[in-house]
Nanobody, 121 residues
Framework: QVHLVESGGGLVQPGGSLRLSCAASGTIFSIGTMGWYRQAPGKQRELVAAITSGGGTNYADSVKGRFTISRDNAKNAVYLQMNSLKPEDTAVYYC???????????????WGQGTQVTVSS
């Protein structure tokens, strides 16, 4: 069994910063790409940023230059530093990871429970 636990969400004023964290635990052989998604009310879930096991990154155009994704492979963790936050960044943010639980096991996608980020004055 694998679990992803997120932390770091909250209420912040426009222009402020937040740092989201996500740690994977359980039976883990390897972790591939990890990412952050978000879902605003009435909208579809969208990719915010992703990072491969080798450190390659990909960002949504709407967050380029403001958000930075990073990971700590020793801790099975991924982070999202969010700067210059805007009201349109308000959403529930979900952590996602592609995890193999054994040498011959398939890769499965796991999701965290979500953490609310609200940007408002």
């Amino acid at each position: 069994q694998v679990h992803l636990v997120e932390s770091g969400g909250g209420l912040v004023q426009p222009g402020g910063s937040l740092r989201l964290s996500c740690a994977a635990s359980g039976t883990i052989f390897s972790i591939g790409t990890m990412g952050w998604y978000r879902q605003a009310p009435g909208k579809q879930r969208e990719l915010v940023a992703a990072i491969t096991s080798g450190g390659g990154t990909n960002y949504a155009d709407s967050v380029k230059g403001r958000f930075t994704i990073s990971r700590d492979n020793a801790k099975n963790a991924v982070y999202l530093q969010m700067n210059s936050l805007k009201p349109e960044d308000t959403a529930v943010y979900y952590c996602n990871a592609a995890i193999r639980s054994g040498h011959y096991a398939p890769v499965n996608a796991y999701w965290g429970q979500g953490t609310q980020v609200t940007v408002s004055s």
